[in-house]
């Protein structure tokens, strides 16, 4: 099991993973490693307000949330933190259940929001369109 990550910022991720490099491709917004209990499985942790959150303070990087592999055979658990990886206890099959309930739930609530305020911006253009439209008539038109 590993317990220390190095971090490496590409471009594009490489076919083959190394164990214990997180490879960060800040251009696709994704952070991939290969599953540090030792399976080689890809994790893959994209990077969104809805799904990961990458903290680099010039040394380490840390993920938030954590990391359940919960459809690899190994559903291992950890959370990466200043580069270090601290393992969670295993989670049971209802634990996973709830969890995945509760990631989708809170990514839905993410992107409604995310459209119903895209709605706002677009309804607050068409007004401020409209209104510099009238302007420009009346200029026009004296």
């Known amino acids: 099991m590993?317990?220390?990550l190095e971090h490496r910022f590409v471009e594009t991720i490489p076919d083959e993973l190394e164990n214990g490099i997180l490879y960060i491709s800040l251009r696709f917004r994704v952070i991939m490693h290969a599953c540090?209990?030792?399976c080689k499985n890809k994790?893959?942790?994209?990077l969104s307000p809805a799904r990961w959150k990458m903290i680099f303070d010039g040394k380490t990087v840390s993920l938030e949330p954590?990391?359940?592999?919960?459809?690899?055979?190994c559903q291992s658990h950890y959370w990466i933190t200043n580069s270090e990886v601290e393992w969670a206890r295993k989670w049971t099959d209802r634990e996973i259940s709830d969890g995945k309930k509760e990631e989708r739930k809170n990514r839905a609530k993410y992107y409604?929001?995310?459209n119903k305020e895209s709605k706002q911006q677009?309804?607050?253009?068409r007004k401020n369109q409209s209104i510099y439209s009238k302007l420009?008539?009346?200029i026009k038109n004296g």
């Open 66 to 73: 954590s990391i359940g592999n919960w459809n690899f055979e």
């Open 43 to 46: 994790v893959v942790t994209p």
């Open 36 to 38: 540090c209990c030792g």
């Open 122 to 125: 677009t309804h607050s253009k």
């Open 112 to 114: 409604s929001q995310q």
């Open 136 to 138: 420009i008539n009346w």
């Open 2 to 4: 590993i317990t220390k």
